[in-house]
């Protein structure tokens, strides 16, 4: 749900509070205390993310905890640890796919058109190397021919 602007949500340990305060400030359009639904997507908008009127409604439902309708400094507080959360399983997921996809044959870093080629036979998925490279050359940044790491993070998200 969150997914396009987690990179730009960061919620770590170290930074928390001030943060998070300026965070919420930056979502309470109105200086009423209080994030509402419509904040909430208008914001997530700003900072390059989108959610529908019902994802943002059923955000604030699932993190409301004294039942308002509306979020307040500890339940914004809540929801963006869960986002923090949710980054960092996609990010080991993410993790987890590229070195399934990397080349073992000395070129560790970067997935190849042959690496791609033998993972997709192992999942059933029959191609040629040109088809692969075509594959590769959509997300191919730097126009090295393989995915780095990043690349592939690029491919997985859009």
Do not use: H, Q, W
Not at 38 to 51: P, Y
Not at 92 to 106: A, Q, R, V
Not at 118 to 141: P, Q, Y
Request: aromatic fraction near 8%.
């Amino acid at each position: 749900m969150f997914s396009a602007a987690n990179d730009r949500l960061s919620v770590s340990s170290n930074s928390n509070n001030d943060e998070l305060e300026r965070l919420f400030t930056y979502f309470d359009e109105n200086g009423d205390g209080k994030v509402s639904p419509e904040e909430l997507r208008r914001c997530m908008k700003a900072v390059g993310g989108a959610l529908t009127e019902e994802e943002a409604e059923m955000a604030v439902r699932l993190s409301d905890f004294d039942g308002d309708g509306l979020l307040g400094f500890g339940d914004f507080t809540k929801l963006m640890e869960g986002v923090e959360e949710e980054r960092n399983k996609e990010s080991e997921l993410l993790i987890g796919t590229f070195g399934m996809y990397e080349d073992m044959k000395g070129s560790v870093g970067y997935i190849t058109p042959n690496s791609l080629k033998r993972m997709l036979s192992r999942l059933g998925e029959s191609t040629s190397i040109e088809n692969c490279k075509s594959m590769i050359s959509r997300f191919d940044i730097n126009g090295d021919e393989v995915l780095s790491f990043d690349e592939l993070k690029i491919m997985m998200t859009n």
